[in-house]
C-alpha cells in the first residue's frame, strides 16, 4: 500500500484523530494538535530567520559606504530572504490546507 494512499485513505485518518501523544510532562495532546502546533513553530521560526537575514542585507547595505560590491552582496541577501520568505508562507499555507482536508474538515 502506497504511503500516500495510507494518509488519504479514512480509517486511517479516523485513526489519527483519535490517537493522543503523551508528553515528558504529563501532558496528553491529540496527534493533529500536535503536528499542527510543529509546524506552526516551525514556519515562525523560519520566518523570524529570514526577517534576521533580511535586517542584516539592510544593514550591509547601510554601512556599505558606497562599495559597490558590499550594495550588491546586500541586496542579493534581501532578496534571497524574501524568496525564503515567499517559499515558507506559502509551504505552510499548504501544509496546513492538507492538515484541515485530511484531520479536521470534510470535503
Known amino acids: ?9 479514512p480509517e486511517t485518518t479516523h485513526a489519527l ?14 496527534f493533529t494538535q500536535l503536528v499542527g502546533n510543529l509546524t506552526a513553530f516551525v514556519a515562525m521560526s523560519s520566518v ?11 544593514v550591509q547595505v547601510t554601512v556599505s559606504h558606497g562599495d559597490q560590491t558590499k550594495v550588491d552582496n546586500g541586496k542579493k541577501m534581501m532578496i534571497s530572504a524574501l524568496i525564503g520568505l515567499a517559499l515558507i508562507l506559502s509551504s505552510y499555507a499548504i501544509v496546513r490546507t ?3 482536508f485530511l484531520y479536521e474538515g470534510t470535503v
Not at 484523530?17 to 491529540?30: D, E
Open 1 to 9: 500500500m502506497s504511503l500516500l494512499r495510507l494518509l488519504i485513505a
Open 17 to 30: 484523530q483519535n490517537r493522543s501523544v503523551f508528553l515528558a510532562t504529563g501532558v496528553r495532546i491529540p
Open 48 to 58: 523570524g530567520f529570514c526577517t534576521l537575514l533580511f535586517l542584516f542585507g539592510a
Open 98 to 100: 492538507v492538515i484541515y
